[in-house]
């Protein structure tokens, strides 16, 4: 976070009582959070306000992109009670609209899939009135995968872009540019009435040109929820932040997204792909799309 201070930004936060009560549900009902694992600037912040991101499937990640903190290797036996401890985890807080990711396991048949249907379900069990988006992997383009996710009637459906296509193979070795479009596209065909969300990460060394041809990507997958967002380096292990954006450079590209057509943007340096989800949803919600 050096670098961001270094620009003259920092980010004022206010820590409330519900931060160590945060800390405490989720540890009593042995859930893991992707705030913790990829080391979160907004953890504080969103921990006071009784709200976080789940994350399910283990804790660490088969894959090892070199932007994320999450740790990497062997994710082991999925744990058949985890879609019951995150329901009843979302209970506890009085959450009313809730995340839930994953890492990412190449080394499950179905990606994890069946366990993101059955958290799913399983938190529908404890009340209609909880909103679940869920932030998924590509599944390695899997359609039946993301199939399996979108039978258990997700709210929102988000898949992170992450970066520009240039830079893929640096930064996201593992993964593949347009199958992260397909997987987005799929969701939007086969369920019209899902938003689809999608986030990129600036500073990298992308240049202005292939961000512009990146959003027009996401634009024509269906993609009409955008977050974009200052990449931080996590650790010394992670690759470097070529630049820093100013927050004025992040309006600018807010108010670009929005002239080519996403209906809900939310753009600037602390911000991360499920900052303010819940807002972006009832705004896109009020458009009536």
Known sequence: RDELR????TKKIHLSPWYKETLLTLKRGGVN??????????????FSQRTCTLLILGDHCSRNCRFCAVPHGPGGELDPAEPKKVADTVVQM??????????????????????????????????????VEVLVPDFQGSFRAIE?????????????LETTE??????????????????????????PWIPVKSG?????????????????D?????????????????TRAHLPVERILSPEEFQEWKEIALEMGFKEVVSGP????????????????????
Not at 166 to 191: D, I, K, N, T
């Open 6 to 9: 270094s620009f003259g930004l």
């Open 33 to 46: 959070t992707v705030c913790q694992a990829a080391l979160c600037p907004n953890m504080i912040e969103c």
């Open 94 to 131: 009085g959450l009313h609209y809730v995340v839930v990711t994953s890492v990412t396991r190449d080394d499950l048949p179905d990606g994890g899939a069946g366990q993101y249907a059955q958290v799913i379900r399983e938190i529908r069990k404890q009340g209609s009135g909880i909103r």
């Open 148 to 160: 399996t996710v979108l039978e258990a009637g997700p709210d929102v459906v988000a898949h992170n």
């Open 166 to 191: 240039a830079l893929y193979l640096r930064v996201r070795p593992g993964a593949r540019y347009h199958r992260s479009l397909e997987l987005l596209a799929r969701v939007r065909a086969l369920c």
């Open 200 to 216: 990129l990460m600036l500073g990298l060394g992308e240049k202005p040109e292939e961000v512009k041809k990146s959003l027009m």
């Open 218 to 234: 996401l634009l024509e997958s269906g993609c009409q929820i955008l977050t974009l967002g200052q990449y931080l380096r996590p």
């Open 270 to 289: 602390w911000v991360r792909s499920s900052y303010r989800a819940k807002e972006l949803f009832e705004g896109l919600a009020n458009q009536g799309s």
